[in-house]
């Protein structure tokens, strides 16, 4: 199961109203791919180049698998030198070291390391490496805190993660951008191992969302303003078994959350909820809608502009990559010498996507694909303005 991510505030629901929009066909291009491998990258199943990012000033960052299996942190420069780091405290046996996910325009970089016991704990590294541990995380293996995806950092440096504690419950927390953390859990959220409330984006402005595992392990979104206020959703058509239902994964210039919702059957698609409460769905054209597969379209990362990017995974279960522009239109892509896609993706303000594939060994590279505007097919659209409008602040 690919896993996504709160709430205070009850408000007035709207009504419901349907909008379908005409499909468009239009002519694919080509686009650019390039593949890379970091220095000392293992070449065995499961080895090689994670790329995580990708900075608007074109670094890319991730990290390597080497051969025995530890992680080390990168960052890849325009002209493809790399420069290789390891986090002080990182484990150096299998399974443990560094791993880098989020950069922000002023090049700050943050991640997580596991250390000699397999606790996790956050970083940031901006000119020096700083450690950092949010409040009741546990500190045994599987333990400790966590920070994973493209969208955790904003501008200001504020980042957003999740703690798990002794009894593996989840913990969103907030690392302001002078070193403050602040933990906190969306009402509702469930209180059992493997439950609770995991933060995975953060805005320019400071809000939070992502998703939390309730008592019965579905799964519901939420959003935390910047004042710490926070308000649950689900989207409709979302599902209400384990593993089902609604995961706020990021924002749009305008402070629409895009995420990505498993329905009754088991399959993923994508959606972007506005501040009005208005939600639009969408679906890469070749996605799989096998039941119970867990096929289907899953956002990752989102741009300055709106243009979207993640990964569809197709009936027979080899995923693909895509990107949406910000009126609709999807164009779908492979990566020359693909077995399968990396379950990620991230795209910088110029359209660049970056993420990373298995070969037909299961050795994973890097790629960039280079910005491919004005190509894609426009999908219908289904718009549902039922869920409530977040309050207005000053």
């Known amino acids: 199961m690919k896993q996504f991510y709160f709430a205070k505030r009850k408000l007035p629901v709207m009504p419901a109203i349907i909008l379908v ?42 990290f390597s698998r080497d051969a025995n299996d530890v992680r080390h ?30 950069i922000n325009p002023s090049g700050t970089i943050t991640g997580h390391f596991t250390d000699s016991v397999n606790t ?24 400790g ?14 980042i957003a993660g999740w703690a798990v504690d002794s009894a593996f ?18 009402p509702g959220a469930g209180t059992g191992a493997g439950q609770g409330t995991l933060s995975f984006a953060i805005s320019p402005r400071g809000e939070i969302t992502g998703f939390y595992f309730d008592g019965t392990n579905a799964v519901r979104g939420f959003l935390r303003d910047e004042e710490g206020v926070i308000t649950t959703f689900d989207v409709p058509g979302a599902g209400t078994g384990p593993g089902q239902g609604t995961f706020g994964g990021g924002f749009t210039p305008n402070g629409t959350i895009m995420g990505v919702y498993a329905d009754a059957d088991s399959l993923y698609h994508g959606f972007l909820l506005d501040t009005n409460g208005a939600v639009t769905t969408f679906d890469a054209p070749d996605a799989g809608n096998v039941p119970g597969s867990f096929q289907g379209t899953v956002p990752w990362g989102i741009n300055t502009n ?18 949406r522009d ?30 990373f594939f298995f070969d037909q060994n299961a050795v994973v590279h890097g790629f960039v694909r ?25």
Not at 88 to 96: D, H, I, L, S, V
Not at 169 to 186: E, S
């Open 326 to 355: 910000k009126h609709g239109t999807i164009a779908e892509f492979d990566v020359p010498a693909a077995a399968n896609m990396g379950p990620w993706a991230s795209i910088a303000p110029n359209g660049a996507v970056v993420s």
């Open 370 to 394: 280079e910005a491919d505007r004005g190509s894609g097919i426009a999908r219908p659209e289904l718009t549902v303005r039922q869920i409530p409008a977040r309050p207005t602040r000053p």
């Open 73 to 102: 942190g990168f960052v890849r420069s325009q002209d493809g030198s790399f420069i290789i780091y390891d986090v002080p405290g990182a484990g150096t046996a299998a399974g443990q070291g560094t791993r880098a996910y989020g």
């Open 21 to 62: 929009a005409l499909a468009i066909s239009i002519p694919l291009s080509a686009q650019t791919i390039t593949s890379f491998d970091a220095p000392d990258a293992g070449t065995g199943p499961l080895q090689g180049t994670y790329a995580t990012n990708i900075a608007p000033s074109g670094p890319i960052i991730g």
């Open 120 to 143: 996790a704990h956050g970083y940031v590294r901006s000119g020096v490496i700083t450690v950092f541990d949010a409040p009741g995380a546990g500190t045994g293996p599987g333990h």
């Open 169 to 186: 419950v989840y913990h969103g927390f907030l690392r302001d951008k002078n070193g403050v953390i602040t933990t906190f859990d969306a």
């Open 145 to 158: 805190t966590f920070v994973t995806s493209p969208l955790i950092i904003n501008p200001d440096g504020a």
């Open 306 to 323: 709106g243009e979207i990017t993640g990964y569809y995974t197709d009936q027979t279960n080899v995923n693909h990559g895509f990107v």
